[in-house]
């Protein structure tokens, strides 16, 4: 946590709480286009952080509350990549672009398999919560909500064209 304190410019504040969660999104996907699910859905880890500090982090000057970006890399951290259960994992499909339009959730709310909508992930932006899915049987499921995104003109991966 102190390398994430660092990046956002609060190298000195004191850690109160910090969680983090594993999930897969085919947001941050390398491969959106892959044949193998694996490389379409990437694993990744949200890191909420709460200091004693009003200030506003290093965030490009945007003064939001977050989440920001970060290639924060844990020393103390040890592949356990063999260990880690591959084939059930909790998913969100995120989808919109950074300070673009705000997201009606209502026509996304009702697709099959969303078990709750976020707007308040980033200004422009949504993310809908699957749950846990098992994996590569739920990979149609995914296929429909990122469906249902681009239907309604969301990005649904970093390496879009407009995003």
């Known amino acids: 946590m102190t390398q994430f304190l660092a990046e956002l410019g609060q190298a000195e504040a004191n850690n109160i709480t910090w969680s983090s969660a594993r999930y897969r999104t085919t947001f941050l996907s390398d491969f959106p286009d892959a ?3 694996e490389d379409r859905l990437a694993i990744t880890w949200a890191v909420e952080i709460e200091i004693d500090s009003d200030a506003d982090p290093d965030d490009a000057g945007t003064h939001a509350p977050g989440p920001h970006g970060s290639r924060a890399y844990d020393t103390t951290f ?26 009606d959730p209502a026509s996304l709310v009702s697709a099959e398999g969303v078990l709750s909508v976020d707007t308040g ?38 390496k879009e064209p407009g995003y």
């Open 121 to 158: 992930i980033f200004e422009g932006m949504v993310a809908l919560d699957l749950g846990v899915l098992d994996l590569p049987d739920d990979v149609a499921l995914i296929d429909g909500v990122l469906a249902r995104c681009r239907e309604h003109g969301l990005c649904t991966n970093w």
């Open 78 to 103: 040890e592949d356990e990549s063999a260990t880690w259960e591959r084939n059930r994992d909790r998913v969100l499909v995120i989808g919109g672009r950074p300070y673009g339009p705000m997201i």
């Open 35 to 37: 044949d193998c699910w």
